[in-house]
């Protein structure tokens, strides 16, 4: 997930708003700035841990949105926008307890590392020396272990500035945590743009060769957290190819057209129309969760990805990054299990995830972007989430 040709000229971290560069979602109009005096960064207390370690949670207001924030795994709480009437409402799913985040959490809004996805069997072989992992997905290594960075508590600092406001969150992991090589300190930072974007820049050093691949894994429902399905969203991801998976969702390590398959969503279509197909990809799924081949590639900057449309509420989103895939995940594995921060019951598909990222299983599959780091290089990525209404 390092962005630019090669690891050794990796792209910096790019300021602005570089989404609106890139234009916008079909005729959607962005979230506009609200008056003067609406930017705004406060801080509460949201729970402790059973070791004493006391958890805050930040709000962050521009405008037309909120986000709020958690310590502990830098985990997108709420996430505020009005509708086409103006009519505000939380789009992403997660609880509204410290207690229910820390119990069982499927990834609800949070920071994920030291690697995003799956890897076979949960080991790698890097510079000669087999590193193994905790495994905690079926035979395999899901988003960096069984306490990745979704389950540490980050030092958060905020800021504003010109019209934007934000939160730096930093994690110094230890060489050997989750079995990964090398001391690896990591900065990520939201933004609140003045032009209606969410913008995560993720940045990482370490002191020995390792693998990263950082993303962010909020549950998107742009009806609304709690208002139901997802099925009716239109959705157009910018890929003719993705990675078809085993069973246990590790690639193959084919890139396959999308053409002719339900994965082809070179044209924005409902998420609801292919999802309960007899293809057998959408089979071992359960739905989508599957890793998209941006035709970009790498960039330096920001580049368009996905743009999904809610046609109730008019909410729309267009996802730009740098990086060169994205997971496309509708929620497949909410059992009704879980009760979110509204009280509903989440069930299948009420949320989706559009997980910009390298590759699943990079490691271990020679062909793939490489997520290799080493000392002297500084890991960099983007991803530019824009709001409007249509």
């Known amino acids: ?63 037309g949105i909120t986000l709020r924030v958690l310590s502990y795994g830098g985990i997108v709480q709420t996430l505020e926008l009005p509708d086409r009437h103006g009519r505000r409402a939380n789009v992403s799913l997660g609880f509204d307890s410290l207690d229910a985040y820390v119990a069982s959490s499927p990834y609800f809004g949070a920071l994920i590392g030291r690697y995003g996805n799956r890897i076979a069997r949960g080991r790698f072989t890097l510079d000669g020396t087999t590193y193994q992992l905790p495994v905690n997905d079926g035979p395999n290594s899901l988003h960096g272990g069984d306490k990745g960075f979704d389950k540490r508590v980050w030092a958060v600092e905020s800021f504003t500035a010109g019209g934007d406001a934000g939160l730096v969150l930093r994690y110094t992991s230890a060489d050997g945590e989750m079995g990964y090589p090398g001391t690896l300190k990591v900065r990520v930072v939201y933004t609140l743009t003045s032009g209606g974007e969410w913008r995560v820049d993720y940045s990482a050093t370490t002191d020995k060769a390792t693998v990263v691949n950082l993303t962010n894994h909020t549950y998107f429902n742009l009806r609304g957290e709690g208002n139901g399905g997802i099925y009716d969203h239109q959705v157009a991801i910018a890929a003719r190819r993705f990675t078809p998976v085993d069973s246990t969702l590790i690639p193959t390590g084919e890139l396959a057209p999308v053409a002719g398959t339900p994965f082809d969503f070179r044209t924005a279509k409902a998420i609801g129309r292919d999802i309960r197909t007899a293809h057998q990809q959408v089979l071992y799924g359960q739905g989508f969760d599957h890793n998209f081949v941006l035709d970009k590639g790498r960039t330096a900057r920001p580049e368009h990805a996905a743009t999904v449309t809610e046609p109730v509420s008019g909410r729309t989103l267009r996802v730009d990054t740098t990086e060169p895939g994205v997971q496309f995940y509708t929620g497949n594995f909410l059992t009704g299990a879980f009760a979110g921060s509204s009280g509903h019951v989440y069930r299948q598909s009420d949320g989706f995830c559009l997980e910009t990222q390298h590759f699943p299983d990079s490691p271990n599959q020679p062909s793939f972007p490489s997520t290799v780091l080493r000392p002297g290089q500084t890991y960099r990525s983007t991803t530019v989430h824009s709001f409007g209404v249509h």
């Open 1 to 63: 997930m390092i962005a630019g040709a090669t690891l050794g000229a990796v792209a910096p971290v790019i300021s602005g708003t570089s989404a609106q560069a890139a234009g916008t979602t079909g005729s959607a109009a962005p979230v506009k700035k609200g008056p003067a005096g609406r930017t705004k960064v406060t801080k509460e207390h949201f729970g402790t841990l059973e070791d004493g370690t006391k958890v805050d949670i930040w709000t962050v207001r521009n405008g």
